[in-house]
Nanobody, 128 residues
C-alpha cells in the first residue's frame, strides 16, 4: 500500500493558476503504473480529471480541462503534479490523487474502481 498526500490547493480568482502536488510514500512509487487526479464538487459524483502512466508516455484528460490542465509525474521524487491554468469557478472541488498497478489509458483511466490507493484530497476554490 502507498500513502498519497496532496498539497497546493487554495483560493484563486478565475483565470488564475494553481499547481497541485501528490507525494507518495510507503511503497515504491514506480510500482504504480498509472497515477491520476479526480475531483469532487459539492453534491456531485467524483469525476476524472487527468491520468499519466509511469514513464509519462501517455496522458489522458477530461474534455472539460483539456488545454488548461497538465499532469506530470516525477518518479525520482515520488510525486505527481497537476498544473491548472485558466481556472474557472466550475473547477471548484476537492482534488484527489489516485494510483493504480495497472496500465490505464483512454476510458480505462477514467474508471475509479481501477485505482488501488487514494489520497485525502486538497480543496481548490475558484472565485468569480
Amino acid at each position: 500500500q502507498v500513502q498519497l498526500v496532496e498539497s497546493g490547493g487554495g483560493l484563486v480568482q478565475a483565470g488564475g493558476s494553481l499547481r497541485l502536488s501528490c507525494a507518495a510514500s510507503g511503497r515504491t512509487f514506480s510500482a504504480f503504473i498509472t497515477t491520476a487526479w479526480f475531483r469532487q464538487a459539492p453534491g456531485k459524483e467524483r469525476e476524472f480529471v487527468a491520468a499519466v502512466t509511469w514513464n509519462s508516455a501517455n496522458t489522458d484528460y477530461a474534455d472539460s480541462v483539456k488545454g488548461r490542465f497538465s499532469i506530470s509525474r516525477d518518479n525520482a521524487k515520488n510525486t505527481v503534479y497537476l498544473q491548472m491554468n485558466s481556472l474557472k469557478p466550475e473547477d471548484t472541488a476537492v482534488y484527489c490523487c489516485a494510483a493504480s498497478r495497472m496500465y490505464l489509458s483512454g476510458v480505462g483511466a477514467t474508471m475509479k474502481h481501477k485505482y488501488d490507493d487514494w489520497g485525502q484530497g486538497t480543496q481548490v476554490t475558484v472565485a468569480s
